[in-house]
T-cell receptor, first 116, second 110 residues
Framework: DGGITQSPKYLFRKEGQNVTLSCEQNLNHDAMYWYRQDPGQGLRLIYYSQIVNDFQKGDIAEGYSVSREKKESFPLTVTSAQKNPTAFYLC???????????????FGPGTRLTVL | QQPVQSPQAVILREGEDAVINCSSSKALYSVHWYRQKHGEAPVFLMI?????EQKGHEKISASFNEKKQQSSLYLTASQLSYSGTYFCGTRAGNTGKLIFGQGTTLQVKP
């Protein structure tokens, strides 16, 4: 079955540690996105990538880093510089990043990160 | 920049109708609607494009007023399964970047 997988579902880390969240898709989508969701709030864009080896900062990129070495993978690293990392992180993908297409975003199941 | 959704919360009985609104201060290229159940991923409902094109589920209807930069999602004859938080996402340019509203929580009771 095609889809987006995120692992792990729950993640606990000590303050000051970097942590990498996995996102893999087998939909052959060009574009991938990372969002952060806090309780009672909408989704805020952290980073997005329209093509392999290229990515752009979203609205809240500080304290995060990404890579896009393969089309199907877009891992997110939450660094120790991120002041409030505890949140629900969602990865998404779409066929492409715009160019006039009617391209919905497909979301993974999310990773709930708790920093102790 | 973030679109504003209204109302923030709605409680309905099964079979009743609801309208959820999304307003932006910027000229929009398209509006996306998603529904999220608690603890789950958002699920795509509908896209409305500038110029009138739409794509979405047959049982969901929505409108997009380009001049007012507003969109409305119409939920008719609501079912228990409609419960969740509804988000609109807006695109102001020709990229895939979406800006999401704060969400509208819908609860449908028997």
């Amino acid at each position: 079955d095609g889809g987006i997988t995120q692992s792990p579902k729950y993640l606990f880390r000590k303050e000051g540690q970097n942590v990498t969240l996995s996102c893999e898709q087998n939909l052959n989508h060009d574009a991938m996105y990372w969002y952060r969701q806090d309780p009672g709030q909408g989704l805020r864009l952290i980073y997005y990538s329209q093509i392999v080896n290229d990515f752009q900062k979203g609205d809240i990129a500080e304290g995060y880093s990404v890579s896009r070495e393969k089309k199907e993978s877009f891992p997110l690293t939450v660094t120790s510089a991120q002041k409030n990392p505890t949140a629900f992180y969602l990865c998404a993908s779409s066929i492409d990043a715009g160019t006039g297409g009617v391209n919905e975003q497909f979301f993974g199941p999310g990773t709930r990160l708790t920093v102790l | 920049q973030q679109p504003v959704q209204s109302p923030q919360a709605v409680i309905l009985r099964e079979g009743e109708d609801a309208v959820i609104n999304c307003s932006s201060s910027k000229a929009l290229y398209s509006v996306h609607w998603y529904r999220q159940k608690h603890g789950e991923a958002p699920v795509f409902l509908m896209i409305l494009l500038k110029g009138g094109e739409q794509k979405g589920h047959e049982k969901i209807s929505a409108s997009f007023n380009e001049k007012k930069q507003q969109s409305s999602l119409y939920l008719t004859a609501s079912q228990l399964s409609y419960s969740g938080t509804y988000f609109c996402g807006t695109r102001a340019g020709n990229t895939g970047k979406l800006i999401f509203g704060q969400g509208t929580t819908l609860q449908v009771k028997p």
